[in-house]
């Protein structure tokens, strides 16, 4: 892309609260660029870059886009029409989207990209805590907010950058990464992907971005990444089917595997969970590496953990660092974040929105809280994910002694109206005819038509000391704010 950053002063962001665009936006107000956007409502993201100076505009305007300006940055989500990004091209200034401005700042860098359909963003800033523990002063960009740095976005001045690298639409074939961590594979975003195939084409074409020299670090246990059943040949490859076209059948690249099955390079065992804490022992290539602990629950999380720990030995960082730094990790905004209480019950905020999400973070408060009553509420997010999901969505919810689904969230500009005949409440009642038939949990189920009628369901069924667990990638985070106060 012929875009020199350099040579631009000023920059309009279109959707500027997004998690990812704002922090393309706070990076350039950094270097001293002349950063303005606009949003269609005020959030925390837009309130961060207007206390660093950032010109925010709630509500899209053509006054909004000055003659002067540089370069129109836009989510993909702003439709064609947007009156801001028609009065560019009018003016002929440079649009790009998010991920293509994310590909100029990371491609010149030593990129490494986390992807997968889970666990991106905590394993994204597990890494960047961990190099910046280590002292390589790496750059950071995570679709969330880390405590640590008050934001999304950390800004080093080494060559290191670490990136979340999204899947949907192809974004991260915009990146050119150095390394990859590959989390795990699960159909998702079935508004874009027709199937589980074309799902992994686009990862299969990702890690054909990787040098000779570069690393591909790979969930080992993951049956959409590996087959176990293959002694010849990268298993890997085979299951992803990597093809001559993509000119990486025959990689050079190094492969470094993560797991809890014997044949993984970097492998966990001896997993506990107890008083607070995830612990459990590493084998590294066979050699015993002692006790990790954790302050943050989930079998999942030590998939993500193992994945740092795989980075940190490529990038020869000492194992006291990598246990110290991930002992120090406490985890990031809406995953598994305790707000505070309510009622006397633990309030816990989650941006879980895919069924297997939403049951892995149920077992792992029911592991860190093996004596409490699970009080799960959430909201599913898109109608078109929902539909196509279904049947997984029927069994995620089997941990839970009392739930609670709010009407799904609807995603502008991504939905069509195909999708509009399902509701939370057919879920419901089918969850109610299969407990009745299959098997029976004793726990009870409700549906709510909004956020109002959800709190006010939480109001009556919440008991003190219940863990109370907030889900969703819509606005039903704004539930648990509100409890807490």
């Known amino acids: 892309m012929n875009i020199d950053l350099n040579k631009i002063k000023k920059i309009h962001f279109i959707g500027i609260g997004g998690i990812g665009l704002s922090a393309i936006a706070r990076l350039m107000k950094e270097k001293g660029r002349e950063v303005s956007g606009s949003d269609m409502s005020p959030s925390l993201m837009t309130e961060k870059l207007e206390k660093l100076g950032v010109k925010i505009y709630i509500g899209q305007s053509e006054e909004n886009i000055s003659q ?160 176990s059943q293959s002694e010849a040949g990268p298993p890997w490859a085979k299951k992803l089917q990597i093809t001559n076209k ?49 302050k943050v629950p989930g079998l999942f999380n030590v998939y993500n953990v193992l994945g740092v720990i ?3 030995f490529t990038l020869n960082i000492s194992v006291e660092i990598i246990k110290r730094s991930l002992l120090n990790f406490s985890g990031i905004w809406r995953r598994f974040e305790i707000k505070g209480k309510y009622k006397n019950a633990l309030v816990i905020s989650d941006y879980a929105h895919h069924p297997t999400a939403v049951k892995a973070t149920i077992e792992a408060a029911r592991q860190f809280y093996p004596n409490k009553r699970i009080f799960t509420v959430f909201q599913p997010h898109q109608h078109n994910r929902t539909k196509k999901l279904y049947k997984d969505f029927l069994n995620s919810f089997d941990g839970a002694d009392v739930v609670i689904l709010a009407e ?51 109001d009556e069924k919440i008991k003190p000391d219940d863990i109370l667990l907030i889900m969703g990638a819509g606005d039903i985070y704004k539930v648990a704010d509100v409890l807490v106060g």
Request: charged fraction near 30%; hydrophobic fraction near 35%; glycine fraction near 8%.
């Open 310 to 312: 795989a980075l940190g």
């Open 68 to 227: 002067d300006t540089g370069l129109v940055i836009y989510t993909t989500a702003v439709p064609k029409d947007n009156p801001e990004l028609r009065r560019a091209k009018e003016l002929k200034i440079k649009t790009i989207t998010y991920p293509e401005s994310l590909g100029l700042v990371f491609n010149d860098k030593y990129g490494i990209a986390i992807c997968g359909t889970h666990g991106k963003s905590s394993v994204s800033a597990m890494a960047g805590l961990l190099l910046d523990d280590a002292g390589i002063d790496p750059s950071i960009i995570v679709g969330s907010i880390m405590p640590k740095y008050d934001g999304n976005l950390r800004v080093g001045k080494s060559k290191y950058f670490v990136a979340e690298a999204c899947e949907y639409e192809r974004s991260f074939l915009n990146l050119y990464p150095k390394i990859i961590i590959l989390n795990n594979i699960e159909l998702d975003h079935t508004d874009y992907y027709k199937d589980i195939k074309d799902f992994k084409n686009a990862f299969r074409e990702f890690i054909s971005h990787l040098p000779e020299d570069g690393t591909l670090i790979y969930n080992g246990d993951d049956e959409e990444i590996t087959n």
């Open 408 to 458: 799904i969230f609807d995603v502008a500009g991504r939905e069509e109206s195909d999708d509009q005949n399902i509701s939370s409440l057919d879920l419901v009642e089918d969850i109610k005819r299969r407990r009745h038939v299959d098997v029976s949990p004793s726990g009870e189920i409700f549906y709510a038509e909004n956020l109002e009628e959800t709190r006010k369901l939480i």
């Open 246 to 294: 993509l000119q990486i059948q025959n990689y050079k690249f190094k492969t470094l595997s993560f797991g809890l099955n014997k044949n993984n390079n970097v492998r966990g065992c001896d997993i506990e969970f107890k008083n607070g804490e995830t612990k459990f022992k590493v084998v590294y290539n066979n050699k015993d590496l002692g006790e990790f602990v954790l």
